[in-house]
């Protein structure tokens, strides 16, 4: 024999905590993602006016682009040596890797004279080699028996 219960008031309680934790979890985390992150600073004229603005005590870092210039600087308080903190970023420009073109006439005339100048090598690579060896067995002289 099979018992079921008739009171599901213990299978109902626990369900609704599981969902009222699951509802805590999911608003917590909305929560969370609706949290915006709010930049401290504003756009300055130069490096100087960014050097002397003023920058909250707590260390959190202050953006300041100086969109004349193309740069951004950020100051902040170290929090150790209540140092501040200045840095500049420039924005670079890369070069673009354009391909540049010859004119077809100095392409061939550079072509002519490099064949030229192979032509000319391969001439004397392959002279002849003349050996003149006039006299040259009749001047060998040994004077290691001469005496004066």
Request: a neutral charge; aromatic letters at 10%.
């Given at each position: 024999?099979?018992y ?7 299978y ?17 985390y ?85 064949a ?15 050996t ?17």
């Open positions: 024999m099979y079921y219960p008739q009171d599901n008031r213990g109902q309680q626990n369900y609704q905590q599981g969902y009222i934790q699951q509802q805590m979890n999911q608003n917590q909305q929560q969370n993602m609706t949290q915006q992150i709010v930049l401290q600073g504003y756009p300055v004229p130069d490096e100087m006016t960014a050097r002397n603005a003023e920058v909250n005590t707590n260390g959190t870092i202050s953006i300041f682009p100086d969109i004349q210039h193309g740069k951004i600087y950020t100051k902040q308080l170290d929090m150790n040596t209540f140092a501040p903190i200045f840095k500049v970023y420039q924005l670079v420009e890369q070069q673009q890797g354009g391909t540049s073109y010859v004119c077809l006439e100095d392409f061939q005339r550079l072509q002519n004279y490099v030229n100048l192979e032509m000319k090598i391969n001439e004397m690579i392959n002279l002849p080699k003349v003149d060896k006039k006299g040259v067995d009749k001047n060998v002289q040994s004077n290691a028996n001469v005496t004066k």
